[in-house]
């Protein structure tokens, strides 16, 4: 007769008892980079030096600090926070120009919009959204990208 322990419990997987977690469920969020920004004061763009002079520093981060803390589907629907546009706008309703260093740089599903409502309701801050991250491109103190039509 053969030593045989008894065996151990059966080795084969139990039901699975958590819900498994869908991408579709998932909140997307939102990244920064300011890998393409013109920090510069060329018309009508401003610096970040120029918005520093005006006490509008601490709107960009509190924007920022919100917007990476909300679902992008949120902030585009409740709030209205941000707001894209798809191509590049055209010049009858923006007077921004393409930055040179984007013209071959820019890839399709590319959205471009703005960051609204930055410590007022004419202040913006223009980019585009690829993938979950929005490259800051221009700061806009006077609404001049995307103008809206009155």
Known sequence: MTNRRSPLKSTSRGKETRTPKSFADQASYMSISFLYFQNNDTSPAQSLNTWNVENRLLDILNTLHYVTSNDITQLQSTNRKL??????????VNEFSLPSSLENSMKEGDKWGVLRKIGGQKPRIAGFLRDNIFYIVYLDKDHKFYKSQK
């Open 83 to 92: 707001t894209l546009y798809g191509n590049f706008p055209e010049k009858s």
